[in-house]
């Protein structure tokens, strides 16, 4: 972890494209300065030693032989029904019925 | 101005089922009590975003009509439920606290909330919470916060804190709630209920709008440790339409809940019990802990060390996860789509823009950082890594002990707007809760005691994976101490 990083301007706005958010200036000032305090508080996790751990993603990871029942279970691959398109497409901003409309994506 | 609302003692599920089926009361009766404590009460705690009056009547009615020619009624048949508006009900709205879903209706049911209406429960409403259960207080809901019906000046906790208010205020006499953090302890604790963490796959979350999918539960909030034992008895289970949800057997419950400490082994984590514990919650902890020795349980001090990492790796894997989750949200499905935007991109950007409010923002530009190209190996390899020794700590802990025993939070109930500028000082709310969910075991909130100023003070009791007998167990003697 990098000790002395500090997550600049230009980083919030790289990170909000990333994620798909328009921040105005005053958001992106505050959400610099709680990035900062919250990374700075993550920096902690340094203290530990931890080349040798395997990353852990999931409960299942840990629980070895003989926890069977905790491994995730999937369902046999079989076509059944799904939810209704009408249905569906009433929560829709903006739908012909059929499709999603969404604004033109490519540009003539 | 300190105000606590009027209590009120709703009758046990047990009562009114049996109630019900001798025909000495009625569900209907049972939800008009609660909807005339919301007329009542709820303007002033907020507990509810919305209500569903017409239909609980008519499924009361029902019910009613199946106990007058005898047949045996279901577990749940009649009892008033409230559910956390972060899972889908077909005919309800579903906000999960948020502008975005604002208007959705979802087309389908949660399998949780399915269960609970297979088994005769009236479905009251949908109850206020952070958004997308993000947060510790409900000051983050986008429809303005809860307040607990001891002080309504202060916080009752969160995310799920319409789900513990609701019970609180005899509202509902059972909901259901969602813990990713500690959502339904915190909230339970600050509330004087129950609140039930369920071992992660032990209760679906088809239906669950997702937050950090490795952490996310749904669990069960009640007045007494045998109430949420049964809720939990109806909801757990292996579901097809959820891939993490485990096929292990679910026992009854109740079997063994009324067996006693005497014989158990229950550790005590020092490290839950440093700096930062509020004297009153020590005191009331300690006390609890020194009766159960007294009814006979063998108190073994356990340790677990890697406890001071829990917050800072929880809030790296919580908002990774959050950051890829909460991209569904996009304006294209459902929900809120920002008006005259010209291209895709802008208006993605402009409908999460308008639709998030800061907390998850906050969260979610974290979670892309630390997901990001050149952090990911420094932050999220690292959380992965820490979770591992934190998880390993509670395994060779349980080799030891049936149950652990530590305060559910450092403080009772704080002070509406006393922590809202501060993102960490809000986070350190969860800093005896979030060791739970990343190691993947099970946990329960049980009321232990009241500040000098009246606040409840709750116990917290973690169980091994798949372990909740015994933590009802030990929660069912601590209401008896």
């Not at chain 2, 005769?120 to 409900?138: H, I, R």
Request: charged share 20%; with cysteine.
């Amino acid at each position: 972890m990098v000790e002395n990083e500090r997550v600049a301007t230009e980083d919030v706005v790289r990170i909000a494209e990333l994620a798909n958010l328009e921040l105005t200036a005053a958001e992106t000032a505050r959400m610099q300065r709680d990035l900062n305090s919250i990374l700075d508080y993550v920096t902690q996790l340094n203290e530990l030693e931890t080349s040798s751990v395997e990353p852990m993603a999931q409960v299942s990871d840990v629980l070895g032989a003989g926890a069977e029942n905790a491994r995730p279970a999937l369902r046999e691959d079989r076509v059944m029904p799904c939810l209704d398109r009408q249905r569906v497409m009433a929560s829709a901003p903006e739908t012909d019925g059929t499709f999603f409309k969404v604004p033109k994506v490519i540009e003539r | 101005m300190t105000t606590k609302i009027s209590a009120v003692k709703l009758p046990s599920i047990n009562e009114l089922v049996e109630g019900i089926a001798k025909g000495t009361t009625s569900a209907v009766e049972a939800a008009r009590l609660c909807f005339r404590r919301i007329d009542e009460e709820d303007a002033t705690i907020h507990s509810f975003l919305s209500i569903d009056r017409e239909r609980a009547m008519a499924r009361a009615a029902e019910i009613d009509a199946n106990a007058t020619t005898g047949e045996a009624l279901p577990m749940l048949a009649g009892i008033p439920m409230g559910i956390k508006d972060v899972l889908v009900v077909d005919g309800m709205p579903a906000t999960a606290g948020s502008k975005i879903l604002e208007g959705y209706q979802p087309p389908y049911t949660a399998t949780a909330v399915r269960k609970l209406i297979d088994a005769g429960a009236v479905l009251l409403g949908k109850l206020n919470c952070d958004e997308f259960a993000m947060g510790s207080s409900n000051e983050n809901s986008a429809y303005g916060p809860v307040r607990n019906p001891y002080d309504t000046e202060r916080v009752p906790g969160g995310s799920s804190g319409g789900s513990a208010a609701a019970v609180a205020a005899g509202m509902a006499v059972a909901t259901l709630g969602s813990d990713t953090g500690g959502s339904i302890r915190q909230p339970a604790s600050f509330c004087g209920v129950v609140g039930v963490l369920p071992t992660y796959g032990r209760v679906s979350r088809y239906g669950l709008v997702a937050f950090a999918s490795s952490l996310d539960r749904v669990g069960p909030f009640a007045a007494t440790v045998l109430d949420a034992a049964k809720v939990l008895g109806v909801v757990a289970g292996h579901d097809p339409m959820d891939a993490t949800s485990s096929t292990e057997p679910v026992p009854d419950y109740l079997a063994e809940i009324d067996k006693g400490v005497a014989g158990m082994r229950l550790g005590v984590p020092p490290e839950y019990f440093g700096e930062g514990l509020d004297p009153e919650v020590r005191a009331a902890v300690e006390a609890t802990i020194e009766r159960l020795k007294q009814a006979g349980a063998e108190i073994v001090p356990v340790s677990l060390p890697h406890t001071r990492y829990a917050v800072p790796t929880y809030y790296v894997i919580a908002t990774a996860e959050a950051s890829a989750n909460l991209a569904r949200f996009d304006g294209v499905r459902y929900g809120y789509r920002a008006p005259n935007t010209q291209t895709l991109a802008g208006m993605y950007h402009c409908s999460r823009e308008g639709g998030f409010g800061a907390e998850v923002k906050r969260r979610i530009l974290l979670g892309t950082y630390v997901l990001s190209a050149g952090y990911y190996d420094a932050y999220y390899r690292k959380a992965q890594q820490v979770r591992r020794l934190l998880t390993e700590d509670f395994l060779k802990a349980f080799d030891k002990v049936d149950a652990i025993l530590t305060p559910t939070a450092p403080t009772s109930a704080f002070k509406l707007g006393e922590k809202t500028d501060n993102p960490m000082e809000m986070y350190l709310a969860d800093i005896y809760t979030v060791t739970a969910n990343l190691a993947g075991i099970c946990g329960a909130s049980v009321p232990c005691g009241e500040s000098r100023a009246g606040l409840p003070i709750g116990i917290q009791i973690l169980g091994k994976h798949f372990g909740e007998s015994a933590v009802f167990r030990v929660g069912h003697a601590v209401e008896r101490l």
